[in-house]
């Protein structure tokens, strides 16, 4: 889902909020801080290893490349990667926050009004992104080139009357 708070990830490097997934996140500073240890055991080790194969089963060794694919298709390269989110003008928030809502590919994917605050190019890329997204989408937008160019079904919801078009 798009996410619609601007300012509520402010000290978060743009890198990480991109790929957005806490777990994933957790377990990547829970296994560094087990290597960093320099009284390594044999219970850190287990531990490590647990660590390990969940960091695979959730695909960790691709997020951060997912992550920064989705970035610079949205055009914030890698000069942005490790900037605070409180550092962006708030259309290059927007872009991280949409970068976030795509990462992972998830199973239905939910977009309000994803062209605000966007420049040309990103939402051509969106557009190209979207066309070739196997996944359903559902998408919120008063943007009638970009629903007629994303969309194989549009409802028109006005008022109380609901249509199917």
């Known amino acids: 889902m798009l996410k619609q708070n601007h300012f509520e990830y402010e000290e978060e490097e743009v890198i990480r909020r991109a790929y957005g997934?806490?777990?994933?996140?957790?377990?990547?500073?829970?296994?560094?801080?087990?290597?960093?240890?320099?009284?390594?055991?044999?219970e850190d080790g287990i531990k490590a290893a647990e660590l390990e194969g969940e960091f695979g089963e959730m695909n960790g060794w691709e997020a951060e490349s997912d992550a920064a694919i989705l970035l610079q298709g949205l055009g914030l390269g890698e000069d942005y990667f490790n900037k605070k989110m409180s550092e962006l003008t708030g259309s290059e928030k927007i872009k991280v926050l949409l970068a976030q809502a795509l990462f992972g590919k998830p199973d239905v994917l939910l977009l309000d009004e994803p062209t605000n605050g966007l420049d040309i190019q990103a939402i051509q890329?969106?557009?190209?992104?979207?066309?070739?997204?196997?996944?359903?989408?559902?998408?919120?937008?008063?943007?009638?080139?970009?629903?007629?160019?994303?969309?194989?079904?549009?409802?028109?919801?006005?008022?109380?009357?609901f249509r199917s078009m």
């Open 125 to 161: 890329w969106l557009e190209d992104f979207l066309i070739n997204f196997e996944n359903t989408v559902i998408v919120v937008s008063h943007d009638r080139h970009f629903l007629n160019t994303v969309c194989t079904h549009i409802a028109d919801l006005d008022s109380v009357r």
């Open 21 to 42: 997934h806490t777990r994933l996140y957790e377990v990547m500073q829970e296994k560094n801080a087990i290597y960093m240890k320099e009284d390594f055991s044999d």
